[in-house]
């Protein structure tokens, strides 16, 4: 057994210390900037979606609008601009559907540990190591939901030719300059 230098230990517990406080506050503020993250999506369903602003999943509300946001494979502009075939917008729907379906035990789990993780934190009645834990637990999640969620968009990227998501990623890039 290896004997480690006290004041090496100090520097290691300082350092994951550090670490795991700015792990559970940056958990703490994506929380809240991720709320989206776990949503209801174009139909109802549950949208496991991070929250980001990549233009791939699902279609832009019109500004000021309530209404339910559009998925892009369906939005007629869209469809018009990238020439897009029905049965390319059939297979984007059938490869929306499925991540939606294997997706919804991970996403209600990341809320649940979310919740949990919100709850400790303003208990203040665990120590720091079980904090790390719970932010570990949460992380798990959002790494499973991201991963599935870039998947996704590459499996779309492949359902259309390289001019398509050219111009998809144009359209995309212009609307966020007009604040859609």
Excluded: C
């Amino acid at each position: 057994m290896h004997h480690i230098p006290a004041r090496k230990h100090f520097g290691r517990l300082l350092g994951l210390g550090a670490l795991t406080l700015a792990l559970v506050m940056s958990a703490a503020d994506r929380s809240v900037a991720t709320s989206g993250a776990i949503r209801r999506g174009h139909d109802g369903a549950l949208a496991t979606q991070p929250q980001r602003n990549d233009g791939l999943g699902e279609g832009q509300r019109p500004a000021g609008s309530s209404q339910p946001r559009l998925p892009w494979w369906k939005d007629p502009v869209v469809i018009k601009e990238l020439d897009l075939k029905p049965d390319q917008a059939t297979r984007i729907e059938a490869l929306w559907r499925n991540r939606e379906q294997k997706m919804a035990g991970a996403a209600a789990e990341h809320k649940k540990q979310q919740d949990e993780l919100n709850r400790m934190m303003a208990e203040r009645k665990v120590g720091p190591e079980t904090i790390g834990l719970q932010v570990d637990r949460v992380e798990a999640q959002r790494t499973a939901l991201n991963k599935s969620w870039t998947v996704m968009i590459y499996e779309f990227s492949l359902v259309m030719t390289p001019a398509q998501n050219t111009a998809l990623q144009a359209y995309r890039a212009r609307t966020r300059r007009q604040g859609r």
